[in-house]
Structures are given as structure tokens and as C-alpha cells.
């Protein structure tokens, strides 16, 4: 597609639940990043894949999340046991390069809206 | 560590006017800045970006941002507000020099123009 697809665009979950947010990022483009939205605030850094690999997770907040890109395209993150504090607005962005956080290149998808009951 | 304060939550302006919103950043060495725009239901877009180049940076619909290193600001400016341009705007600085994807977010300004 011409843009960063998200899916789904809006979850609703109970708490406990597990929940797999998807990115289909613009083709080509080998950098990936997730973000998190929180209510009133700016977004936060998650995890970023150059390729395959994880280059950069250390904005996941604990191990309930969990990030995979298995083929290099579409990345898949991944939520155990749902907390209320989950409840967000999970953004992906995608970049042709790893230097699209540098150039600020980054091209945002609208975002899966989770909300945790 | 990089960091980026947005002075104003939420700004007002009438159609026609001037806009400016407010950033300080702070940064060990030095940074990338950009503005990214966020519209209702849509995607965040970036607006323009500071790498190092000339100061004052020209962006799309008219907006600009002046680097001012002395200041640690990277304020954005627009001469003639628009209807279209209410939204969301984040202040944003690269994490660091190395090529993680970590982008730094302010809290955002929201902008209100009124007829």
C-alpha cells in the first residue's frame, strides 16, 4: 500500500487478555519502529527493527511485550496478559533506512487504539 | 539525555493570524529536531527537520522552526493561521547519535484557530 498500514484499528480487551497488534509498513522500507500514545501525551519509543532483527528494544516496558518481524516487512507486537496501563494508542512507523531517525523520515501508520477493560 | 519541553498544552489563535509554539530542548550534543503534526484520525506528519543545516528551516503549509542553539529552542512559527492547521504538534529530538529509531516526543500543543 502507499502508506503504514495498522490493524487492528481500535481493540477492545478484557483485562488478562492477550492481544497482537499489526504493522504493515511501506514497501521497501527496512527500519521499523513502535511507538505508544498515551492519553494527553506525546509518543514513547517501544522497539525498533532494522530488518529481522530487534536493533533496539529497550522502550518495551516489561516482558509482557513482545515485538517480531519475522520476514522483514510486517512486524506483529504482542501483549500478555493486558494490564488497564496498556491502554493506549499504538503507533508504527516505518523508514526506507536506519538514518530515518535521524532525518526524522519516519512515515507513522494511524495507530491501533487499545483499550483494556 | 536528550529531552524536549513544549512551553504551551494548548494554544488558540484566530484565522489570519500568527502562530508560534514554543520549544526548549536539551541535548548533550548536537541534535536533530523536528516537528511532526498529528490531525484527528490520521498519522503523524512530519512538518519540517533541523540535522544540522541552516537555522531557520522552512517546512510544509507554511510553517517554519529557527534553531537557536544559545536558546536551546526550536520554536514554530507560521504567519497566517489557517483553519486546516488546527491539530496536534509534537516537538520532537533524536535520541542520540546512533541510528536507533528512538525519537523524543514532548507532550504536544494542541492548536485551536477560530473563525
Known amino acids: 500500500g502507499a502508506g503504514v498500514s495498522q490493524t487492528p484499528s481500535n481493540k477492545v480487551t478484557e483485562k488478562g487478555k492477550y492481544v497482537e497488534l499489526r504493522c504493515d509498513p511501506i514497501?521497501?522500507?527496512?527500519?521499523l519502529y513502535w511507538y505508544r500514545q498515551s492519553l494527553g501525551q506525546g509518543p514513547e519509543f517501544l522497539i525498533y527493527?532494522?530488518?529481522?532483527?530487534?536493533?533496539?528494544d529497550s522502550g518495551l516496558p516489561n516482558d509482557r511485550f513482545f515485538a517480531v518481524r519475522p520476514e522483514g516487512s510486517v512486524s506483529t507486537l504482542k501483549i500478555q496478559r493486558t494490564e488497564r496501563g496498556d491502554s493506549a494508542v499504538y503507533l508504527c512507523?516505518?523508514?526506507?533506512?536506519?538514518?530515518?531517525?535521524?532525518?526524522?523520515?519516519?512515515?507513522f501508520g494511524e495507530g491501533s487504539r487499545l483499550t483494556v477493560l | 539525555a536528550q529531552s524536549v519541553t513544549q512551553l504551551d498544552s494548548h494554544v488558540s489563535v484566530s484565522e489570519g493570524t500568527p502562530v508560534l509554539l514554543r520549544c526548549n530542548y536539551s541535548?548533550?550534543?548536537?541534535?536533530?529536531l523536528f516537528w511532526y503534526v498529528q490531525h484527528p484520525n490520521k498519522g503523524l506528519q512530519l512538518l519540517l527537520k533541523y540535522t544540522s543545516a541552516a537555522t531557520l528551516v522552512k517546512g510544509i503549509n507554511g510553517f517554519e522552526a529557527e534553531f537557536k542553539k544559545s536558546e536551546t529552542s526550536f520554536h514554530l512559527t507560521k504567519p497566517s493561521a489557517h483553519m486546516s492547521d488546527a491539530a496536534e504538534y509534537f516537538c520532537v529530538v533524536n535520541h542520540g547519535s546512533s541510528n536507533t529509531g528512538k525519537l523524543i516526543f514532548g507532550q504536544g500543543t494542541t492548536l485551536q484557530v477560530k473563525p
Open positions: 514497501s521497501g522500507h527496512t527500519a
Open positions: 541535548s548533550s550534543y548536537s541534535p536533530s
Open positions: 512507523a516505518s523508514s526506507l533506512n536506519p538514518q530515518g531517525a535521524n532525518t526524522g523520515e519516519l512515515f
Open positions: 527493527f532494522q530488518g529481522t532483527g530487534a536493533a533496539d
